[in-house]
């Protein structure tokens, strides 16, 4: 038999793993994104400011768009960045 | 009755005065037009994330009102297009949503959990000698990268530059590589101070004496 050391795992180590990615304004309740707060904001965007997908923050696609839309405000208004690098 | 947020960016390179009579002005043109203004929220001095019309901070403003026709926007926008103090504005109509979080907002229901953790951080910030950083790129002579260098060496505002002695700035300058040598400090502390007292008109009168930082009458 060859040796299969590409096999790492028998089962998926994800299986009985409770942190389940969850959209966190759906869970606490938030109605709306405040385009003035960069702080907040910059929890959705990576480190050169460009937009995390959903799969990654776990926003549920209603409020994912409105993160994006309150995002290009703040870029707008110069609160956050267009482009850079070591924004975190 | 329709609920707009209009948040604009008013040029800091203006006497103090004027920047309040921009503000009001359109204050004034909002009230005029038969709408009720709701809450002003003068935001202050402010950080850009980068630089607009070689400005590298703003003095931002927030009018919230209510109007039952929406036509002062139009009317509204054209004057902040023509200003030339104005250098970025946004007009955004709030849903519902909108208009309860700007009212919790200032009731401080929004603002309760991390107003007692943001307050508890000031004084953190405080206590570790934590300064507010200031736009050290308005004085003469000082562009960003030296701006960089003195933040990183403890000098983030304008009371501490205009505290440090010449022999000081220099030694910085010259930690920080043979480019900065050649940099003059000696009126810099004389622009931080009238920086850090808001004086930006007789800052102006300053710069436009001075060649690079360095008095024309020395020459």
Redesign the interface.
Known sequence: MASRDDIKFLSNPNIGNDNKKYCRFRKFGI??I???D?DFLLQFVNEQGKLLPRRITGNSLKYQKKVAIAVK?A????????V?DLLK | MKQYEITFIIDPVLPGDEIKTAGKAYEKLIANEGCTIVHVDEMGLQQLAYPINKRNSGVYKCIEFQTETGSVISKLELALRRDERIMRFLTVKLDKYGVKYNDDKRNGKIGSKSKSKSSSKEDKKEEKGYVKKDDLTLIEGVGPKIANLLSVAGLKSYDSVAGASIEDIRSILSKGGSNYIGHDPSTWSQQAKLAAGGKWAELNKLKDKLIRGISSEEE
């Open positions: 109605r709306h405040d385009y003035k960069p405000r870029r707008h208004l110069s609160l956050m960045p267009y850079t």
